[in-house]
């Protein structure tokens, strides 16, 4: 059994089936901290170490519970200088020498502004919760936040287990590469790009102070193409649903394309998939404990038939290298 404790409020979207699902993988009979990741500005050194979530949530197992609860009150005693409730907490769990273990499924989200970056490269762990969404512009384009929200749940609740996770494949026949987001985007790049690059979160987005610099990151970070040739074409979530045992989605090409400057600037290299109005994407269920031995997800792109391109993603079998050379 854990104890979570959670700031649930307007500004924190927590999906409790992946929670309990994580939760029950975990060794219950020993003490352990799950943390919220801090996706920060860089407040001090010492913050962004000892800060549990502010604000996001912490889950403690009981018997971790059971011991705080014989040494709180003297403990809080003895750390009347440090900073709210999370640091004053963890400083008593430090003095029962017990570490902090890292849930990068927990999103402490001290963003403002597009949060595309950030949504499109999920670590490869189960989508537990983000914070703060009432700072971040909607996620999806042409809807406003509460739209946005109501199909970001759709998509949740359509596969939990793999909401977000990603998945990268190659058409060599076309030099383009696949980056899915399963529920939130396809970016297709007009060239191919090494799943190391990514993996990285693209800055879209500016700090809690409203300061775009990378160095205002704890997280690894790139900065967007200004080159139109370089940049992908982005396809976005316009609805999910079930079929049979796996999952579907449609997603559209965004509006505003920059597909005539590309024939203009790009010459003689033509925008990638022109005819290409519509991708569809199947996803095949997880297995529960997927994420106990995390891997990136596999993918194969088919055929394009009436504009509508598909591609399938599912778990990679035994054996299976997802990478750019198993992709011819």
């Known amino acids: 059994m854990f104890v979570g404790l959670f700031s649930v409020t307007m500004t924190l979207f927590l999906i409790l089936t992946i929670l309990s699902t994580y939760l029950t993988s975990m060794i219950l009979l020993r003490w352990f901290t799950l943390e919220v990741p801090l996706r920060a500005i860089l407040l001090t050194p010492i913050l962004v170490i000892l ?17 705080i609860s014989k040494i709180q009150d003297e403990c809080l005693e003895r750390y009347p200088k440090l900073y709210g409730s999370d640091d004053r907490l963890h400083a008593c ?16 989200w001290d963003i403002r502004g597009n949060a595309h970056g950030l949504l499109s ?5 189960p989508f537990v919760s983000i914070h703060h969404i009432e700072a971040v512009d909607p996620f999806y384009p042409g809807l406003n936040s509460l739209e946005s929200l109501k199909l970001f749940t759709k998509a949740m609740k359509t596969d939990p287990k793999s909401f977000l996770q990603r998945s990268i494949c190659y058409d060599h026949v076309r030099r383009v590469t696949f980056s899915v987001s399963l529920g939130y985007v396809v970016q297709v790049y007009p060239y191919i790009v090494l799943p190391r690059e990514l993996e990285r979160a693209e800055q879209t987005y500016s700090a809690w102070n409203k300061i775009s610099h990378p160095n205002e990151f704890d997280f ?3 900065l967007t193409h200004r080159s139109v040739c370089k940049k992908p074409v982005i396809f976005y979530l316009k609805d999910a649903w079930k079929e049979g045992n796996a999952t579907a ?3 559209s090409r965004a509006k505003g394309s920059t597909d005539l ?26 297995s529960k404990y997927w994420h106990v031995v995390p891997r990136r997800l596999c993918c194969k792109v088919n055929q394009a038939n009436d504009g509508i391109l598909t591609l399938t993603v599912r778990q990679c079998e035994r054996g299976a290298f997802n990478t750019i050379f198993a992709s011819v």
């Open 220 to 222: 690894d970070t790139r």
């Open 261 to 286: 400057k590309r024939r203009v600037l790009c010459f003689p290299r033509s925008p990638p998939l022109t005819h290409v109005q519509n991708i569809r994407v199947v996803g095949y269920p997880l």
């Open 249 to 251: 989605g449609s997603y």
């Open 93 to 108: 769990i430090a003095e029962l020498g017990v570490p902090l273990t890292r849930e990068h499924g927990f999103h402490q």
């Open 121 to 125: 490269t999920h670590p490869i762990a």
């Open 51 to 67: 800060w549990l979530s502010v604000g996001g949530g912490i889950a403690i197992s009981y018997p971790l519970a059971q011991a």
